[in-house]
């Protein structure tokens, strides 16, 4: 039984792509979505994505286009060698043939006009299409008004029904034998969704990946922020255990700064460390020494190092315990002396704070955690 104090992620069946796999054990994959009908344009943007400084994106998603335009794209991208994966939107499953030889993913549902039989063999044929071809992929990409109107008369409430639509076609996806599929919701009740389509998949035999998509578009909080909304809803969900990939799609949003955000996200959430974290105390009474300043210096030393967590804390009566998952710590001891720690270990104690700096790093080289800038 889960343990709602202890996280878990929620275990799923592994799409396979060219370039990297999704799901499963692997970490969580970061998308962007672009936005654009110009050729020129998109491959602009894709450029920019996939070389971003903030965190580049392995996801690509793109808006509806042409086969022609999707295969000018798979030539940038396969010509300059970068590592991402092309994801075009496609609700005709009959046009999928021409989309999947340059893309990896193809992402729809069949017209919710259809009835039930017709519906169901839309699916098949989306997937035969993609079956023909290695490490292809279909995400199954949802909202309220792709609800099939056999699914919208039975009365199900909107989520529920939304739901069941997941369910209905990655169920006939894996009954035509093809696995490689995935789920994407598009909705403004993030959460009740995703909880809801993580208990519906109860089959350990049926466990699509999620990708969370934030979108802008469909935000209940007039006025906020796109990084307070999505923090507070796909935080929420990776703290639950609940993605396997994650998209900021604001299209008013520099997109270097959606992928900065999404990655920012994620190391938040402890799921992928891409940057250096530094942990520290608000500062109180008792701290011994500027916090502010010394965290300035010591960031401007060290913020190159992937995945090193360091601690600054203003002294010794709360900061060891505050800074316990730290690989590295600096404690104010007294006055002008500083204490330094590995892991949870005092390994260094009142060193006069004008050598700590130089002796924190020396510490970093020793554990064999420094990399040049």
Avoid at 104 to 128: C, E, F, K, Q
Avoid at 195 to 203: E, G, M, N, Y
Wanted: charged share 25%; net charge negative.
């Amino acid at each position: 039984q889960r343990n709602p104090y202890s996280y878990r992620r929620r275990w799923s069946q592994v799409v396979e792509l060219a370039s990297f796999p999704v799901g499963g054990v692997h970490a969580v994959r970061v998308e962007a979505a672009v936005h654009s009908s110009d050729v020129e344009q998109l491959r602009r943007l894709v450029r920019e994505a996939a070389l971003a400084k903030s965190g580049q994106a392995e996801i690509i998603r793109l808006p509806p286009a042409r086969a022609e335009v999707v295969g000018l794209l798979r030539d940038t991208v396969d010509r300059e060698g970068w590592p991402v994966a092309l994801s075009v939107e496609c609700h005709d499953p009959g046009s999928a043939d021409a989309l999947i030889e340059s893309a990896d993913i193809i992402r729809g549902v069949p017209d919710p006009s259809l009835d039930r039989t017709a519906w169901m063999n839309a699916v098949r044929t989306l997937v035969a299409r993609a079956a023909k071809a290695e490490k292809k992929a279909v995400q199954f990409d949802l909202s309220s008004v792709r609800v099939p109107g056999f699914l919208r008369v039975t009365g199900l409430p909107e989520i529920e029904s939304v739901v069941e639509t997941a369910k209905l076609a990655v169920e006939t996806s894996y009954e035509e034998g093809f696995r490689n599929c995935s789920i994407s919701v598009r909705h403004p009740n993030l959460i009740a969704v995703h909880r809801q389509l993580a208990a519906a998949f109860s089959d350990p035999a049926v466990q699509p990946p999620f990708h969370l998509v934030y979108d802008a578009a469909l935000s209940r909080c007039a006025g906020c922020e796109t990084l307070f909304e999505a923090s507070a809803a796909l935080g929420s969900l990776l703290c639950d255990g609940i993605g396997d990939a994650v998209c900021l799609d604001d299209p008013t949003l520099p997109l270097t700064d959606a992928l900065r955000m999404s990655y920012n996200l994620l190391q938040a959430t402890r799921l992928r460390i891409s940057k250096t974290e530094f942990i520290s105390c608000p500062s109180c009474g008792r701290t011994l020494f500027d916090l502010q300043e010394v965290t300035s210096r010591i960031k401007a030393r060290t913020g190159h190092l992937t995945g090193v967590k360091i601690a600054i804390m203003g002294c010794i009566v709360n900061g060891p315990g505050e800074m316990a998952d730290a690989d590295f710590g600096y404690v104010g001891a007294s006055a002008g002396r500083i204490n330094l720690y590995v892991g949870k270990d005092l390994v260094e104690r009142n060193i006069p704070m004008a050598e700590a700096d130089d002796r924190l790093i020396a510490l970093i080289k020793k554990e064999g955690r420094w990399a040049e800038p």
